[in-house]
């Protein structure tokens, strides 16, 4: 099985930066999908950004522009670069890895999320 672990929310005022981490460990056969989703409580799970194997990107269009991700594929490791951070980017933060088939799906692998707080 695949796991993921995440580290890098954290605490920062609005304009601010923040790096987040992501490390896949495990059966790495069909991993060819991470990304970053958000949660905010009573809101549904929104994707952030996505990136295959290859380099391809994805991003939700609330982030363009701010949000960079990025990936080491020889370290199973994806990075999510958050620049001009607003308090509505506020929200517990999920690295997830999968096959293009399960990606954002309960059959993919989650992390237990980071929480990401931007203050005004």
């Known amino acids: 099985q695949v796991q993921v672990v995440e580290s890098g929310g954290g605490l920062v005022q609005a304009g601010g930066s923040l790096r987040l981490s992501c490390a896949a460990s495990?059966?790495?056969?069909?991993?060819?999908?991470m990304g970053w989703y958000r949660q905010v409580p009573g809101r549904q799970r929104e994707l952030v950004a996505t990136?295959?194997?290859?380099?391809?990107?994805n991003y939700a269009d609330s982030v363009k522009g701010r949000f960079t991700i990025s990936r080491d594929n020889a370290k199973n490791t994806v990075y999510l670069q958050m620049n001009s951070l607003k308090p509505e980017d506020t929200a517990v933060y999920y690295c997830?890895?999968?096959?293009?088939?399960?990606?954002?799906?309960?059959?993919?692998?989650w992390g237990q999320g980071t929480q990401v707080t931007v203050s005004s």
């Open positions: 990136i295959t194997r290859g380099g391809g990107t």
């Open positions: 997830n890895a999968g096959s293009p088939f399960t990606s954002g799906t309960p059959g993919s692998a």
């Open positions: 495990g059966s790495m056969f069909s991993i060819t999908v």
